[in-house]
């Protein structure tokens, strides 16, 4: 134990679970649950910060397919939620694009990448490889606390006299670089950019410590080829993280120049109201360049850790070794070198050389490969096992449906030919809804489910559980796959209402049925959410050490763990992450010697 972690042990805290501890040092509430720096209470307060903002994102969606499902009808509750801006029932225009735009940043941001990563890397990392916390606890908690303040800043957009930021959740230039454009061009835009900026800077904080906590703090023992899947994917997510969202804080910064200082990156021959701007040379596109060199590698920042959830749960739950360790590494690899190198594939239609559209198009069907491999080595591990249907176990398998289905259509996308007619349309919505957002949130509940009791000492309620999965996996089918059709017929997205044009009249009933469908996924989300804080409390008590007969390192603490996570020595590590079915045992725990016959890894 290195002897910064050493001081950090002797002044943190041991909670009271009775166990016996090494010191015992008076806390307060605000030192142990709010200032904290032990890693498993970060995790918490980024899953419950996670949680507040998905429901939040969640609820404009709702909120906007009632007027997309139901365009003639009109609203009361929409005049309650937002006043002027849905007069009479009605959202307007303009406001409809500030719905979607926050929807997709909360989501994206706020829940699929700082909610997911930073619960599971906070809380599975120093238990998974064996360290008392992470690397540096304080900037772990400056982590979490930036991630806070980009939340009140993002929050409060909200409410600004003008609006929040409307120009999509990726805010082009010039639309996002002119406050004269319009109503969410204005200090909402300026607010979400700052918040950005936040949330980059929490990103980066808590990137380079997980990295380093993974790099220099394993147990003794644990070899980079000893580690659970689950800590491979969270160091790939981190490093591609620390690499990318740098690029997007510098097209920030100067889409704010631009905004404030007269500058004119983004900004050329533009006329507002007949008038022409004096901004000369800049290019739109520049942004777009900046925006999806990050906008790429942020939907593997989302997925990655996902899949290595999901891995170590398949496992767990087949009670079989997970199959091909070595090529699930090598994939995850292989996909954070590809994921910087395909960004080009969201500009087909901006006018790029075609020849240099042909490489993008190369480059990101070849990154098909590598999840591929991930896919079948997931089949085979179920393949033939003794599998146990909990909760976390249907969520794993449904992220890996939800996984293949969402990532064929990405086949049709990046074909340049084909992505010309199906750019803007629903069909995008429907392909990276599916494949990032759905089978990104089937990861991160498989992990919810399955780590409750590490977190708590308390199991989930398995009967909500059960029916949480069901009626998700149904109704996302039922929200997405018909947008698909909507997208081959040509549908645009981000219109509020389609209703004028004929073409798109075949599609009012069932516009209707994936805006009804929404209503119940959001209702049974909220159940979910239920059930969770419910469970913290008056859940069934875990009674023993190791409930799902793992054998990863973090069911070797304590049922309820203090700061520090052993009691005495951490365990040495002698096995790979795996031994399940072998020999006649169900498992072998990864501290147990090997013996003289046995082959290890």
């Known amino acids: 134990m290195s002897d910064t972690l050493h001081i950090q042990h002797e002044v943190a805290s041991h909670g009271h679970s009775g166990e016996p501890h090494v010191h015992h040092h008076k806390e307060t509430f605000i030192s142990k649950y709010i200032f904290s720096m032990d890693h498993k209470m970060i995790a918490k307060q980024f899953l419950v910060t996670g949680i507040i903002w998905a429901i939040i994102g969640g609820l404009f969606s709702v909120l906007f397919r009632l007027q997309l499902g139901f365009p003639d009808q009109s609203f009361p509750i929409l005049e309650t939620f937002f006043g002027r801006w849905a007069e009479g029932g009605k959202i307007k225009p303009e406001f409809y694009y500030a719905l979607t735009t926050m929807h997709g940043t909360v989501l994206i941001f706020f829940v699929l990448t700082a909610g997911l990563s930073g619960t599971f890397a906070n809380l599975l990392i120093p238990l998974q490889v064996g360290a008392r916390d992470m690397a540096s606890p304080f900037m772990n908690m400056l982590s979490y606390w930036m991630f806070f303040a980009a939340s009140i800043v993002m929050l409060s957009s909200l409410f600004t006299q003008t609006g929040p930021a409307a120009g999509g959740w990726t805010v082009y230039p010039p639309l996002s670089a002119l406050g004269l454009a319009s109503q969410g061009s204005k200090s909402g835009m300026d607010l979400w950019i700052i918040a950005m900026t936040l949330f980059v800077a929490s990103q980066l904080l808590g990137g380079l410590n997980y990295i380093s906590t993974i790099l220099n703090m394993r147990t003794k023992g644990m070899s980079m080829t000893r580690m659970p899947l689950t800590v491979w994917a969270l160091l790939f997510t981190a490093i591609l993280g620390v690499l990318s969202f740098p690029v997007l804080l510098s097209g920030l910064v100067l889409l704010m120049f631009d905004r404030h200082l007269g500058t004119s990156f983004y900004l050329s021959d533009i006329f507002v109201a007949g008038q022409a701007l004096p901004n000369e ?321």
């Open 281 to 601: 040379g800049g290019s739109a596109i520049l942004y777009q360049h900046l925006f999806w060199f990050l906008g790429h590698p942020e939907v593997y920042i989302i997925i990655m850790p996902t899949m290595g959830l999901a891995s170590e749960i398949l496992a767990i739950n087949s009670r079989k070794p997970i199959f091909g360790y070595m090529a699930m590494i090598a994939s995850l690899m292989a996909i954070c070198v590809l994921a910087f190198l395909v960004w080009a594939h969201h500009m087909f239609v901006t006018g790029l050389n075609p020849f240099l559209g042909s490489v993008f198009v190369l480059l990101t069907l070849l990154i098909a490969i590598p999840s591929a491999i991930k896919v079948f080595n997931w089949i085979t591990t179920i393949w033939r096992g003794n599998i146990r249907f909990t909760p976390a176990m249907l969520f794993a398998i449904g992220f890996v449906s939800i996984f293949i289905s969402g990532g064929l259509t990405g086949i049709f996308l990046g074909n340049s030919t084909i992505d010309i007619h199906l750019h803007d349309t629903m069909f995008v919505i429907a392909h990276f809804h599916i494949v990032m957002g759905v089978s990104a949130f089937f990861g991160m509940f498989a992990g919810i489910y399955h780590w409750f009791p590490k977190m708590f000492g308390r199991y989930m309620n398995n009967t909500l559980g059960y029916i949480h999965f069901w009626v998700t996996i149904v109704c996302a089918y039922l929200i997405f796959w018909p947008m698909h059709y909507q997208g081959f017929a040509g549908m645009p997205r981000r219109y509020l209402d389609k209703s004028s044009w004929v073409s798109f009249s075949q599609f009012h009933s069932l516009d209707a049925m994936i805006t009804v469908a929404t209503i119940i996924v959001f209702a049974v989300q909220l159940m979910f959410v239920f059930n969770y804080f419910y469970s913290m409390y008056k859940g069934r008590r875990v009674r023993t050490q190791n409930p799902w007969g793992a054998t990863t390192l973090e069911w070797t603490t304590p049922i309820h763990p203090g700061h520090g996570n052993w009691d005495g020595e951490i365990p040495e590590v002698h096995r790979w992450a795996y031994d399940y079915g072998k020999d006649g045992r169900d498992f072998i725990p990864q501290t147990e010697p090997v013996g003289e016959n046995e082959s290890t890894h």
